[in-house]
């Protein structure tokens, strides 16, 4: 197997600040004030979820609901609006919480970056089920915004972990200012990499002088598919950074992208046993601080 096949090059790996780690998502975005009509809606949207969640007999009593950003319909990105009308939602379920509870927006955000999870992946329910899971959350809240020919905008949302999926919908008269947030993108979720110190005696694949031999892969199997992610249909990457050695093996790893499912672990053991050709300096054996990348997709 080629090693262009698992390894992708990056120009540089990007330093972070654990001050730009903890930043809120909801600092990034232009201060909003959703007009009267939309809230209403929500609020009744609200109501309506309240009511189903008590209806369902829980185990925990109390159960936890998480509320993910809305997707739009149309090309499912996560728009200004999204999060918006998700922050909106999730306030105005908090507000009707007798038997239930709602997980703090920020504590979704931090996670989704932490392990950097995008929007994308969410959309899968498989996988918004295992977020819920590792956040202890019972129920989870997902919706899509669509804009209809007569110009009202459409919100479906789904409710989904406490036995069938249930739907609800409410129609929003949209203004000027929702359809420019409705067309503008949400700052991302995903974080750079971590920065990674120095490593004494230990190079850059950039650095002046080093080269890697073409066809350096001698065994690099491909990590194993989870049952879970097998389960979900999941198609994603894990990304790291690791040392390769003088003896041809990776050591030293760092997570630059986490991927759901067990899958992050499944790919550090896999490269663990991997072996290359070195990589040189001046036509010498040295260790070298490099990207990996290994990629999961079912056909």
Known sequence: ???????????????????????????????????????????????????????????????????????????YKRSILGVAFADRLAESLGSRGAGFQVLDREDIHRYLRKHWL????????????????????????????????????KVLIKVFGLGPAWFTEGRIGLTED??????????????????????????????????????????????????????????????LSAVLGVDGRLSAIKVVKFAPFDLTQQSIEMVLNWKFKPCQKDGKPVPVRMPVETTFRLY
Request: charged share 20%; proline share 9%; net charge negative.
């Open 1 to 75: 197997m080629s090693l262009s096949t698992w390894l992708r090059l990056f120009s540089y790996l990007i330093p972070i600040s654990i001050l730009a780690i903890a930043r809120s998502v909801s600092a990034q975005l232009p201060q909003t004030k959703l007009p009267e009509d939309p809230c209403v809606q929500l609020e009744a949207c609200a109501d309506r979820i309240a009511n189903h969640i008590r209806s369902v007999k829980t185990e925990p009593l109390r159960p936890l609901v998480m509320v993910l950003d809305f997707s739009n319909h149309n090309g």
């Open 118 to 153: 995008d929007d994308e992946e969410l959309r899968n329910s498989e996988v918004a089920n295992w977020l819920a899971d590792q956040l202890h959350a019972a129920a989870t809240v997902q919706a899509s915004l669509e804009i209809l020919p007569d110009g009202q905008l």
């Open 178 to 239: 929702m359809r420019s947030m409705f067309e503008e993108t949400a700052p991302g979720l995903e974080r750079p990499p971590d920065e990674i110190g120095p490593e004494p005696g230990v190079f850059g694949l950039h650095d002046e002088g080093v080269s890697m031999p073409a066809s350096a892969c001698i065994y690099c199997p491909a990590p194993e598919y989870t049952d879970l992610a097998r389960k979900a249909k999941y198609s994603g990457t894990v990304k």
